[in-house]
Structures are given as structure tokens and as C-alpha cells.
């Protein structure tokens, strides 16, 4: 039976990062996955160039029932620090939108980092390795046998993605040592409708705005109308808030107040159809649905002030019915997971098992799109690595 001071289950970015810091400090440490080839989510994340963090990391852009509990691992170990390592390793990279960091090259560069990083650090790898159960004693029952731990790190990710290999087996090792969870779902995903209002939906796929959507909390992105339903990061980030039965509200236009240009085009382009006033603002084949949901007809100049306003209310507040999401097979993380109530923040420690440490998605902390949360999984990682 080999002996390991350390066993880290879960080859992503929390359990490499993590990994390499109880490296560092001299620990033995083993980390397994049971897939071909480790980082496989960080390899396929932002197009194949790594969201790797965000400027703007805060407290109130992760998801929890106890909010407060990220601050610690995101304050101790910042997209500051990151981007030290980052630039230590002669990785370039961009800031995009909203304080989005991207590499300049492919994400593989991370990864490479990642497993050289570990390599250096005396860190045994072993991949195409299942994990079947951990045990009391912490005994970890593999496919290349048993191996004793004197702690295990559970870095096994959430539930989305599944094709990538994504499972729940880090829940289930949580709840075999009674420790709680939050229920999960997916988060970061597109959200569908039912099949009378997708009817008229699909004649808008393939369009994309820049619209608000309010699902609970508001966000300004672009939005992409699908065959499915709708998507594109505002939707997305949506997603993440909304509850299923509930309705989201889209501003078209969150930029501007819509109504005065209205009345203004009623006197200036009176004999336009409405269709054609919408178009100056949005593409045409949304000008003629909007046209068609508000229910108006006729000219723009023939229009009351009541229709208008109510033309307006429909522009700002488009309110829409989801009827589900497309699940975990699209969603980019999974909401819920271990209870932080059981954890410490420092440490990532179970607060009813010493010795057990749970990071990155499996835990019941979830950040905005725009590479909060692989911070998430850099911060918590790096928590537990000077813990274990």
C-alpha cells in the first residue's frame, strides 16, 4: 500500500493548484483523476484561451448561501497573485470586456504551467485512475489500488459538462462523511421555453444584442436568441439567478429611453410602420417581432401616447417565461454543492472531519461568467495547499 501525506482527487485547477503549494511546503503529494489528460475544463474554457481571471474579483459576484465565506481564500490569494504567476511564467495575455483576462495564446500554456509546476514541486500524478471510495483512516480505494492518505483534498468539480467526465462523486463522499449540501443545479447556462412561445423565438436565431437581462440581479451583456431559446453571457450570468416559474425582464435598449424618440418619430416619420421606426435601433427581423408582440398596428404617427408607452414598456421590460435551462450538458459550473457552513474558510477543512478538505467547484461557491470562477478555484486551492 503506498502512503502519500497528501491525496488530491480531482486533476483540474483547484486540485493542480493546490497540489502544487502542499508541494512547495514539502508535503508527498499524489493527485489523481480518472481522465486522459489533466485541466481538461481550463484546455476548452474561453475559446481555447483560458479566462483565466478578472479584475474586477469581488465579494458580491459569487454565489453562496453564506456569501462571506469565499472572502477569505479570495483576499489571501488574489487575481493579483495570479497574474504574478502568470507573468513569472512568460505568459502573455489581454484584458477583453469587463475586466475579463484572457492568454494571448492557447490555454494549454496554463495547463503546461500547471504540470510543470507540480513536477517541480515533487507531485506524483495519476491519471486514467478511478476513484472508486474514500475511506475512514483515509484510505483512498483506487483502480491501481488503496492508498493512504494522512489527508484528502476533494477537487472533483461540480456536475457540468458531463461528456468531459463530470460527476458527483465528490458530493457523494461528502454526504458519505454526513457532511451537508446545498442542492445543486446548473448555473451558466442557456435557459429554453416552451414550445408556443419558442415557436415564434426560433425566427430570431442566430440574432445577437446588447441587452439587460434581469433575472433577480441585472446584467448588461449581449444576448443571443438560439433555436433552443436564448443565450450569450447576459443570459447566461441570468441563469445563475433565476428560479425555475419565475420570469426574466430584457431591456433591448439599456442604453437609451426609448420613449421621447418615439413621440419624436411619430411627428417626424409618422407614416413609418413600427417595424420600421424599431429598426433604427435593433436588427430588423427583432423590429418585426416586437412589432408583433406588442400587438400595435398601423404607423408609428398613428399611435396613441398610451399604445407608445406601452411600446416602450415592452422595449425596456420584455417579459419572458422560461420553462427550464439546457442543463448540465451546456452549463459552464454547477450552483450548490458542499455547505460552507461545514468548512473552514481558511482552510477548506471539514469542520466535522480533520483531515478532509473540499475546493473549487464542488463546494457551494459560484462566480459570475468572466473567469471568477476559476479565481475561485486558484484562491480556494491555494487555501487548502497551506493547510494540508
Not at 74 to 96: M, N, P, S, Y
Not at 122 to 148: C, N, Q
Not at 362 to 369: F, I, K, N, Y
Request: glycine residues 12%.
Amino acid at each position: 500500500m503506498e502512503k502519500f501525506d497528501v491525496v488530491v482527487i480531482g486533476a483540474g485547477a483547484a486540485g493542480m493548484f493546490c497540489a502544487i503549494e502542499a508541494g512547495r511546503r514539502g508535503r508527498r503529494v499524489l493527485v489523481i483523476d480518472h481522465a486522459k489528460a489533466a485541466g481538461e475544463k481550463i484546455r476548452i474554457s474561453g475559446g481555447g484561451r483560458c479566462n483565466f481571471t478578472n479584475l474586477g474579483i469581488a465579494g458580491d459576484r459569487f454565489l453562496s448561501n453564506n456569501p462571506r465565506f469565499a472572502l477569505s481564500a479570495l483576499k489571501r490569494f488574489t487575481q493579483w497573485d495570479f497574474i504574478a504567476r502568470i507573468d513569472e511564467e512568460g505568459i502573455a495575455w489581454h484584458e477583453k470586456t469587463l475586466g475579463q483576462l484572457f492568454c494571448d495564446g492557447a490555454s494549454t500554456q496554463i495547463v503546461q504551467m500547471l504540470l510543470r509546476q507540480m513536477h517541480q514541486a515533487g507531485v506524483t500524478l495519476w491519471l486514467g485512475t478511478s476513484v472508486e471510495k474514500v475511506e475512514d483512516g483515509w484510505s483512498v480505494v483506487t483502480s491501481r489500488g488503496i492508498v493512504k492518505a494522512g489527508r484528502v483534498v476533494i477537487a472533483t468539480g461540480g456536475k457540468s459538462i458531463p461528456k468531459m467526465g463530470a460527476s458527483g462523486f465528490g458530493y457523494r463522499v461528502a454526504e458519505s462523511f454526513g457532511i451537508p449540501l446545498i442542492e445543486t443545479r446548473p448555473g451558466l447556462v442557456p435557459m429554453t421555453f416552451a414550445e408556443q412561445e419558442l415557436e415564434s423565438l426560433r425566427l430570431l436565431a442566430g440574432i445577437a444584442v446588447d441587452a439587460r437581462v434581469t433575472a433577480r440581479a441585472s446584467f448588461d451583456e449581449a444576448l443571443l436568441f438560439t433555436h433552443r431559446g436564448l443565450s450569450g453571457p447576459a443570459i447566461l450570468q441570468a441563469s445563475s439567478y433565476w428560479q425555475a416559474g419565475e420570469e426574466i425582464g430584457v431591456d433591448l435598449l439599456p442604453e437609451q429611453s426609448i420613449g421621447g424618440t418615439l413621440r419624436e418619430m411619430r411627428g417626424s416619420s409618422g407614416k413609418s410602420a413600427i417595424r420600421t421606426a424599431l429598426a433604427r435601433f435593433m436588427p430588423e427581423k427583432l423590429a418585426r417581432h416586437i412589432e408583433t408582440v406588442s400587438g400595435l398596428d398601423g404607423a408609428i404617427g398613428a399611435q396613441s401616447n398610451a399604445a407608445l408607452d406601452r411600446l416602450e414598456a415592452l422595449i425596456h421590460d420584455w417579459r419572458l417565461r422560461p420553462v427550464g435551462t439546457e442543463g448540465y450538458r451546456t452549463a459552464e459550473v454547477t450552483l450548490g454543492g458542499v455547505d460552507t457552513d461545514a468548512l473552514d474558510a481558511r482552510t477548506m477543512e471539514a469542520k466535522s472531519r480533520p483531515g478532509l478538505y473540499f475546493i473549487g467547484e464542488v463546494v457551494d461557491v459560484t462566480g459570475w461568467l468572466g473567469g471568477y470562477n476559476f479565481q475561485w478555484a486558484w484562491s480556494s486551492g491555494w487555501a487548502a495547499g497551506q493547510a494540508v
